[in-house]
């Protein structure tokens, strides 16, 4: 009678399933993107001090085609976050709460203070890698622009 091991292609099979782990992993690489929505009180297109956040403001992460991958309003202070995105390609689309225009896009120096947003709530298309962290902002005001 002969005797089976089972045993026997243990090392292989351990190794087999690392490597898919692996793999696993690295196909569900994720980054963060996160902002602040704000009221532009003097319309010049930055984040000065003072100037409060907006609530309930819907911020949807598109893919470069235009279809929705999420969606989430901003909290009371005016943040937002989306974690665990995908790396990849992707636009931020403010929706404009009404009755308000979207501030000047891209003023002043320091690109974390500054609204990151086209008059038609649309950032510019961008790359998120694996672990990255992105920040884009959007102030409204009751000015027309």
Request: hydrophobic share 35%; aromatic share 12%.
């Amino acid at each position: 009678m002969e005797q089976r091991t089972y045993f026997a292609h243990a090392p292989l099979v351990f190794s087999i399933l690392i490597l898919i782990a692996t793999s696993f992993t690295q196909l569900t690489a994720t980054g963060s993107i996160s902002g602040f929505v704000w009221n532009d009180l003097n319309t010049n297109g930055i984040q000065d001090a003072g100037e409060p956040g907006r609530d309930s403001v819907w911020v949807f992460l598109l893919d470069p085609a235009g279809n929705q991958v999420a969606g989430i309003q901003s909290d009371a202070n005016g943040n937002y976050a989306f974690d665990s995105v995908a790396a990849g390609n992707y636009v931020i689309r403010f929706a404009n709460p009404g009755g308000v225009w979207q501030t000047l896009k891209d003023q002043g120096n320091n690109d974390s203070k500054d609204n990151d947003a086209d008059p038609f709530g649309y950032t510019d298309q961008f790359s998120l890698t694996d672990g990255q962290s992105l920040d884009f902002d959007a102030g409204f005001t009751n000015e027309p622009q």
